[in-house]
T-cell receptor, first 111, second 117 residues
Framework: DQQVKQNSPSLSVQEGRISILNCDYTNSMFDYFLWYKKYPAEGPTFLIS???IKDKNEDGRFTVFLNKSAKHLSLHIVPSQPGDSAVYFCAATDSNYQLIWGAGTKLIIKP | NAGVMQNPRHLVRRRGQEARLRCSPM?????VYWYRQLPEEGLKFMVY????????ESGMPKERFSAEFPKEGPSILRIQQVVRGDSAAYFCASSPEGTSPGANVLTFGAGSRLTVL
């Protein structure tokens, strides 16, 4: 039972354009959502998060949007840069210590 | 480097052998978490430990897997009698004492990649 789904295994975006990564979840008890970024041969690093009481959180080029009614969140990166090429994981928690992870989306930024 | 240190980075074992993966948490962190990532999948929670205590091992397979975090030394994830299906990347994360560990305070190590021949 996949509680957190990232349906796009990969995404290719032109440098300078907007990258939009999507994530769907099924558990309405989740109250905190996180995005992690992972380069090859490295561990995931925290990128940005959002509480379920908000619908938007912005940090520089990164913005996360949460649509609770649709159980959907998205990460927007604008403008996209070559260094953004990585695997992006969506994760969720119900204030427990267990993060439930999506399978990841590989983002490729084309020059 | 005060980050989360995992070793070995790569480990090759034959079926039936034992694998030991080590994790030294970030300085000042007393909570350790182990996650496993199978190919083409996201990370899956395995176990949460504090010093000398297993807090939650609900994600650990019932057999062959064990974890410890002794008073002195690193946390160890031990897999006995490995099988091919154990081949995966094993990530350790740590967080400070007294924090909500589900939030953005987890610091991950670079992972240990286990290959079972």
């Amino acid at each position: 039972d996949q509680q957190v789904k990232q349906n796009s295994p990969s995404l290719s975006v032109q440098e300078g354009r907007i990258s939009i990564l999507n994530c769907d979840y099924t558990n309405s008890m989740f109250d905190y959502f996180l995005w992690y970024k992972k380069y090859p041969a490295e561990g995931p690093t925290f990128l940005i998060s959002i509480s379920s009481i908000k619908d938007k959180n912005e940090d520089g080029r990164f913005t996360v949007f949460l649509n609770k009614s649709a159980k959907h969140l998205s990460l927007h990166i604008v403008p996209s840069q070559p260094g953004d090429s990585a695997v992006y994981f969506c994760a969720a928690t119900d204030s427990n210590y267990q993060l439930i992870w999506g399978a990841g989306t590989k983002l490729i930024i084309k020059p | 480097n005060a980050g989360v240190m995992q070793n070995p980075r790569h480990l090759v074992r034959r079926r039936g052998q034992e694998a030991r993966l080590r994790c030294s948490p970030m300085k000042g962190h007393s909570h350790v978490y182990w996650y496993r990532q199978l190919p083409e999948e996201g990370l899956k929670f395995m176990v949460y430990l504090q010093k000398e205590n297993i807090i939650d091992e609900s994600g650990m397979p019932k057999e062959r897997f064990s974890a410890e975090f002794p008073k002195e030394g690193p946390s160890i994830l031990r897999i006995q009698q490995v099988v091919r299906g154990d081949s995966a990347a094993y990530f350790c994360a740590s967080s400070p004492e007294g924090t909500s560990p589900g939030a953005n305070v987890l610091t991950f190590g670079a992972g240990s990649r286990l290959t079972v021949l």
